[in-house]
Structure formats: C-alpha cells, structure tokens
C-alpha cells in the first residue's frame, strides 16, 4: 500500500504538470487504485506486528505441513481467552482475519459463533484454519516441487519480455505529455 500510494502521488503530480490546459485537459495517466482482498492486513504469529523474518513471526507459504502447523498452533489469538470457557472475539482476532482469507463463508459464521459461545477452542478453530490452508497449499507444493529452476528463469525471462515493450510504450507517452516530443519515438 506504501508504495502504490507513492505511485498514486506520482501520477497526481505527474498528471497536474503534464495534463495540458482547458479544454485539451487530459489526464495522461490513471491514478492505480488498491484492490484488497478481505484480509488485507494479516499479523505475525505473536499478533503484534506484520510478518517479518527477522522478528521471527512468519509462517511460510512452503513450510512443511508439520512446520505450518506447529507454528500456526502456538500464533497469538484473542488476550481474553485465558480459559476454554472464555468467549472470543473473532473480529479482533489474527487467526479469523486468515479465515476470511482461506475459509468459506460458511465457516467463518461457524468460527463467530462456535468462538464466541466458547463452544470451540482456539486449537479447534486452528485446526479447521489449518485443513483450508492444506486444501489450497497441497496442489501448489506439488506444482512447485515439479517446477525445475530452469523453467522459473524462462518464466522469469518471459515476464520480463512482456514487460519491457510496455515500459517502452509508458515512457513515450511521458516525454510525449513533457513536451520531448524528439526524445518521444
Ligand atoms: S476461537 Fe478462533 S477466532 Fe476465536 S479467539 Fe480463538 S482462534 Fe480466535
């Protein structure tokens, strides 16, 4: 989000300087906009700050299944849920946000209410977190496991041959707008 916000800044300005004047106004390129899925924010595992290697709070996309779970067992949940009796409140809870991430609706109204009537536990409701996250990661760890390094790089080196005639066509349209019209082909 930071640095789509500095993208943002950068067309605002551009777009103020370059856009031409009166009824030539137009705006020379569009502001990108976020598109954020339901869980945009997901902490670390110690529910303080975001994921980061060195804090040591992450839990890995390709972590072995035992791995994942052993750290997704000991993330930080609801601080009022001392007892299994203890009702949760999933909306301010880490391991929710990931449900509505990974889980279906159905289940997420299963988590709110079997949470907050303390009819689950918080391993329980890991647990359930846990198999939505295997359904989706088993088929990738099998992809990725059949993926060699050469065909990341040929991918790698696709991506960066469609890339370039476009990064060729924006910087035209910038010395176009700039008024470097010999620098513009
Ligand atoms: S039951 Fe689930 S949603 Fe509720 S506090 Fe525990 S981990 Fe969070």
Not at 81 to 109: V, W, Y
Not at 144 to 159: H, P, T
Request: hydrophobic share 35%; net charge positive; proline share 6%.
């Amino acid at each position: 989000m930071q640095r789509l916000e500095l993208a943002r800044e950068t067309v605002r300005r551009f777009n103020h300087r370059f856009s031409g004047e009166g009824k030539n106004k137009r705006p020379v390129f569009v502001e990108p906009k976020p598109r954020l899925s339901p869980s945009p924010r997901i902490m670390g595992t110690d529910g303080l700050t975001k994921m980061s290697k060195s804090k040591g709070n992450t839990i890995e996309v390709f972590d072995e299944p035992k791995v994942f779970w052993d750290k997704l067992k000991r993330a930080y949940t609801d601080p009022q849920r001392q007892k299994l009796s203890d009702p949760g409140r999933p909306e301010i809870c880490n391991i929710f946000t990931m449900h509505k991430a990974m889980s279906s609706k159905e289940t997420q109204d299963e988590v709110v209410a079997n949470c907050t009537s303390a009819k689950w536990g918080c391993v329980d409701c890991k647990k359930v977190l846990f198999d939505n996250f295997e359904k989706e990661l088993i088929p990738l760890r099998a992809k990725r496991a059949a993926l060699s390094m050469d065909e990341v790089r040929q991918m790698l080196g696709d991506g960066a041959s469609k890339a370039r005639p476009l990064a060729v066509e924006t910087m035209k349209e910038v010395r176009a707008a700039m008024g470097l019209g010999s620098l513009a082909t």
